[in-house]
């Protein structure tokens, strides 16, 4: 069983520039959440899909979009880039659409924007 | 809107000594709670959750929480802390859906040998 996988592991942009990320989640989980962790902070949740279909948004705007994949791997774009959006993305899979079971979260995309 | 305060920014314990992480959340009916873990440059770790029934949790490595609702707390202990457990801690808060949690800022701990 792998676990969750995030690519890239870095990554280097400008202002106004877009950037895709990817995440692979846990084999046979079909929920995947996206979060972004600004220095010195805690994750904060932009959204959730379930079965490539959006399952809730926290407050992001909508330059932030994602997508899932029918083999539940997922991207967040993010588009017209701010120097504000540079931090840690954090992806976690889980198998069910919520409820009690546990998120396994994968190492992270580090997004520096210049 | 649920709110998670962790209010020390960071502890310094000796190898050896008790640990006690403080977490104080706002929502309110009762909340799922969770702590996690964080070593640098690595994605989250869970150490243990609370949905319900008995107050005391325990989980992986030595830590265990104890939800009380009276002082809507939630803080992380270890009997005896290791230099391995130097990392970030982050306490989180969740509506009935584990994977749309709000987390505190955490609190990095540092172990002194």
């Known amino acids: 069983e792998t676990g969750v996988t995030q690519s890239p592991t870095h990554l280097i942009k400008t202002r106004g520039q877009q950037v895709t990320l990817r995440c692979s989640s846990q084999s046979g989980h079909n929920t995947v959440s996206w979060y972004q962790q600004a220095l010195g902070q805690g994750p904060q949740f932009i959204f959730q899909?379930?079965?490539?279909?959006?399952?809730g948004r926290g407050n992001f705007p909508p330059r932030f979009s994602g997508l899932q994949f029918p083999n539940y791997s997922s991207e967040l774009n993010v588009n017209a880039l701010e120097l504000d959006d540079s931090a840690l993305y954090l992806c976690?899979?889980?198998?069910?659409?919520?409820?009690?079971?546990?998120?396994?979260f994968g190492p992270g995309t580090r997004l520096t924007v210049l | 809107a649920q709110s998670v305060t962790q209010p020390d920014i960071h502890i310094t314990v000796s190898e050896g000594a008790s640990l006690e992480l403080r977490c104080n959340y706002s929502?309110?009916?009762?909340?799922?709670l969770f702590w996690y873990v964080q070593s640098p440059g690595q994605g989250l770790q869970l150490l243990l959750k609370y949905f319900s029934g008995d107050t005391l949790v325990q989980g992986i490595k030595g830590f265990e929480a104890e939800f009380k609702r009276s002082q809507s707390s939630f803080n992380l202990r270890k009997p005896s802390v290791h230099w391995s457990d130097a990392a970030e801690y982050f306490c989180a808060v969740a509506r009935g859906n584990a994977g749309k949690s709000t987390f505190g800022d955490g609190t990095t701990l540092t172990v002194k040998p």
């Open positions: 976690a899979s889980s198998s069910k659409r919520g409820g009690t079971d546990t998120q396994y």
């Open positions: 899909y379930y079965r490539e279909e959006e399952n």
């Open positions: 929502y309110g009916a009762t909340p799922y």
